[in-house]
C-alpha cells in the first residue's frame, strides 16, 4: 500500500511529507520510502503559528489557520508527487499529523475537572477533498483520552524499525524537542520505554530568532555554537530545570522551552554565540541525563540512533558523543531511514496501521490504559449529490 505521511513539527520551519510503499508480512512491516521533500512554511504563515504559541488569540485566527494549513498540506502534497512524478491516484492513504498548537497531556483543572488537552490544526476533510484521498489525521486525542499522554507516538514505528534480538539500542528524534525511545534487547512492545527528554532545536533556533530579529531562523551547522564559549554556570542552572527529575511518561512543548524560556536565557548578559553553544550543549546533557536517570537502571545503551534536523548540527552531535561516550551513534540513514523524513514516514505507518483497525500507540511510552486506535478518518474521493447514482 503506498501512503503518504504529512508532518510539520514544534520547529514549525516548514511541512515534511514523505510517501512511503508498506508491505506487510505477518506481524512485520516493510517500508520502502519513494519521495520525500520538505516545504517551508510561508513567513507569514510561520509568524502566525508563532503568534499563535506564544499565547491568546482569537479563537477566529485559530479557525482559519486550521483549515489554511489543510490547503498547504494539500499543495505540498502534490508538489512532491509532481517532482519525483508520482501518480497522485498511486497513493492510497494519507496520515497528517498536523500542527501541534498546544500540548498538556499532564491536564490540569478546568471548572472542577482535571482535562488533559492537545490540539493539532490542519483540518483533514479540507485535506480528503483537495486530494481526493482518504486521510487519516488527529492522532494524540484517542491516546489521551485512554488515560495517556498523547505522546509520543513515534516509538511505535521506532520498536518496528529498529528492534534488535542482541543490542541495546535507543531512537533519538531531534525535532523541535527532542524524544528518545528505549529499546531493551529482544524486546516485547511492554518493555519499551520512551519520552520527551527536553528540548532539541527549539531553543537554540528561539534564542538566534529573537536575537537577530528573525533574521536568521537557525544556528546553520551549529556555526553561531562553533564561535560561542559553554556557560558552565549557566549549564548547572538548567540542568536544575524540574522537567528533568519528572518521571516518564512524560512530555515537553513550547510550555516549559518556549518563549518565555528563551526570554529568560536572554537576559542573563551572556553575548549570543555563548548562549547558543550553551543551549546546544543543554539539549545534548538533557538527552544524557534522561538515558542516566530512566533508561540505564533498565537496560544497556549500545547504540544511539540519531534523527531529525538536530543531526545536521555538528556541534550538537559533538556534545552528544562527549556526554554518551559508552553508545555507538548512529544515523538513522544507515538503516535505510532519512533521518529529516524518519517522522513523516512515522505517521504514514500509524495511519496504515488505524486504517487497517489495529492499535498503534504503545501505553508503555504514552502511560495510557490500554492499546487504541489512533485518529479520525476523512474519506477521500467526491461525495455524491442527492439525487445522484
Known sequence: MRVAGIMSGTSLDGIDVAIVDIEQRGRQRRLQAVAFETVPYPNSVRTQLLELAAGPCPVSQLAYLHFLLAEL?????QRTCQRHRIRVSSVELI???????????DGRRILGRKVAATLQIGDGSVLAERTGIPVVSDFRPRDIAAGGKGAPLVPYVDYLLFADRRLGRVAL??????????????????EILAFDTGPGNMVIDGLVRAATR?????DRDGQIASRGRLSTDLLRRLLRHPYLRRKPPKTAGREQFGEAFVGELLNSGLKLADLVATATAFTAACVAVGLQRFV???MRVDELIVSGGGIHNPQLMAYLAAFIPEARIR???EFGVDPDAKEAIAFALL????WHQRPSNL????GARHPAILGKISPGGRAKTVGQS
Open 173 to 190: 528524534n531531534i525535532g523541535g524537542i527532542a524524544n528518545i525511545t528505549a529499546i531493551p534487547p529482544s524486546a516485547t512492545p511492554d
Open 73 to 77: 498540506y494539500a499543495e505540498a502534497f
Open 214 to 218: 528573525g533574521r536568521l531562523q537557525y
Open 331 to 333: 544515523s538513522s540513514s
Open 95 to 105: 496520515g497528517c499529523h498536523g500542527q501541534t498548537v498546544f500540548h498538556d497531556g
Open 296 to 298: 540505564r537502571p533498565h
Open 351 to 354: 495511519a496504515y496501521e488505524t
Open 363 to 366: 501505553p508503555a511510552a504514552t
